[in-house]
């Protein structure tokens, strides 16, 4: 990984300017939990914390993202850690999650349609539907809502996690401002972005916060059929 430059500019990149992508072929990995498996990598439960009692207490992610976000912090020195939010998401999570800005939608725009309402949840939360061929990316068990800490403090990025304003576009600093705090924000954020995406992971850019690997974002990236489907949800806790 010899020459990444961990501050070069974040692409603007649209979800709906990438090409289509056949159906999952899951690959059958199980999900781990990861909470504990690293010092460096810490869990803050989100949505449990937020009372939302369906929200597993643990981290759970498919085997195959482990080592990646290992090789993330490998890029960085010792004093820089990984914040995880959230990670799998089972379906009366995502339910909820959509209910919930669904009626933060519904309240700032009263005239919209409800293709209209659809559209603009969908920005930000998917439809918690169980569609084998385009599952929601938290339903697979490979994204990931994170931020980036140094010395145990995670570092500002311009918004709080879920944030649902144009600020969460994760290369929102790129061209808004350049001075001050925007800069501290724009060079944090990079910096998350280019090691995120040295180790394999691709970045949803509407949310400067999700990361994820095999799913059909992941797929969609790099011309590839998704290897992670609709997980399992037994044993999860």
């Known amino acids: 990984m010899a020459g990444i430059n961990f501050y070069a500019p974040v692409p603007r990149v649209r979800s709906e300017s990438l090409p289509a992508c056949p159906r999952p072929r899951d690959n059958g990995e199980s999900l781990v939990r990861i909470d504990g498996l690293d010092a460096r990598i ?117 918004t709080e996690f879920d944030d649902f304003t144009n600020l969460a576009q994760t290369a929102y600093f790129e061209t808004n401002g350049m001075a001050g705090e925007a800069e501290a924000f724009r060079n944090t954020r990079r910096l998350l972005y280019n090691m995120m995406t040295a180790a394999g992971f691709v970045n949803y850019s509407e949310e400067w916060w999700h990361y994820s690997y095999g799913d059909r974002l992941w797929a969609r990236t790099f011309g590839k059929t998704p290897i992670y489907g609709l997980c399992d949800e037994k044993n999860v806790e």
């Open 42 to 158: 810490r869990y803050a439960a989100s949505y449990r914390a937020a009372g939302i009692a369906c929200a597993p207490q643990g981290c759970w992610v498919r085997e195959g993202v482990v080592p990646l976000l290992q090789q993330a912090l490998g890029l960085l020195p010792e004093d820089y850690s990984l914040l995880i939010f959230d990670a799998y998401r089972p379906l009366a999570v995502q339910q909820a999650l959509y209910e919930e800005y669904s009626a933060l939608v519904r309240r700032s725009h009263p005239e919209y349609t409800p293709e209209q309402l659809a559209a603009a949840v969908d920005d930000f939360v998917a439809l918690p539907h169980p569609n084998i061929a385009r599952p929601a990316p938290h339903a697979t068990g490979g994204a990931l809502d994170l931020t980036l800490c140094y010395r145990g403090r995670p570092l500002p990025m311009g």
